[in-house]
């Protein structure tokens, strides 16, 4: 059984990068790139958000940074989502540190810190379940940037292709050209991947960080308007790489 899991578990790490190149705007691809996880947790009518919100900062955010994690964020929905969605976003260097952080049960600290989560009863359950999608990082932005200093405001958008050469083409689209503009017209990134598991595949994911709605929406008319989008938008190379946007509005939780 151990050896199976290992094997499992090196062939899983070997697919895909293993290290990454620091820096926050990277003029070239990086050897290697980050592993996000996105995770939804729909929270069930009466359910105690606080004890997850406990749970989340003050067990499971130091429990993965132990193992390697990087990035750790928790968000709600912008407005009165109903049901309530808690959001968590994590960036792993790697794979394999991915792989190992999916047992924290031999970790004394973390099982401390989360007994009064685990002992919770199932007549009273704080959410339903929580999804997770796992996202490979871009050539052109290999390592999640940390949100601007007063940021209020995040937006994440899926892109959804109507087959995987349409997302391979506005990855491309993304890598060569548009992930520049988004920094000359401040569309601030937070990072960019392509989903590797998930609900929505094929499709690519990003998140942008802003003031407030007003900086946003400002910024975005600057980028729909600016000559390099509309040059770079009608490029034959590019045409139906994008079927379905989903957009979705976040605040810091």
């Known amino acids: 059984m151990k050896r199976r899991k290992f094997i499992q578990s090196s062939a899983l790490a070997t697919a895909l990068p293993l290290t990454f190149a620091a820096g926050q705007q990277p003029s070239k691809p990086a050897s290697g790139k980050e592993l996000y996880e996105l995770r939804t947790y729909e929270i069930k009518f009466g359910g105690n958000q606080n004890l997850l919100m406990d749970y989340l900062k003050n067990a499971l955010e130091p429990a993965l940074k132990r193992q390697g994690a990087n990035h750790f964020m928790i968000f709600r929905e912008y407005g009165n989502s109903d049901p309530a969605n808690i959001w968590v976003l994590i960036s792993y260097p790697d794979a394999s540190v991915y792989l190992q952080s ?85 569309l601030h990134p937070v990072f960019f991947g392509e989903m590797i598991a998930g609900p929505y595949r094929p499709s690519l994911v990003y998140m942008l960080n802003f003031k407030d709605m007003a900086e946003r929406d400002a910024n975005w008319a600057t980028f729909i308007n600016h000559p390099e989008w509309n040059t770079m938008r009608v490029k034959a190379e590019y045409a139906d790489s994008v079927s379905n946007i989903r957009k979705i509005f976040l605040k810091p939780a």
Do not use: C, W
């Not at 685990?118 to 999640?144: E, T, W």
């Open 102 to 186: 999916q047992n924290l049960f031999t970790d004394l600290e973390y099982l401390k810190a989360s007994a009064d989560y685990h002992a919770l009863p199932a007549a009273k359950p704080i959410y339903n379940r929580f999804g997770s999608s796992l996202l490979l990082a871009f050539d052109g932005l290999p390592k999640m940037l940390d949100p601007k200093e007063g940021a209020s405001l995040f937006e994440l958008r899926i892109y959804e292709g109507y087959s995987e050469d349409a997302v391979r083409r506005k990855v491309k689209m993304f890598n060569d050209e548009e992930i520049e503009l988004f920094y000359k017209t401040k």
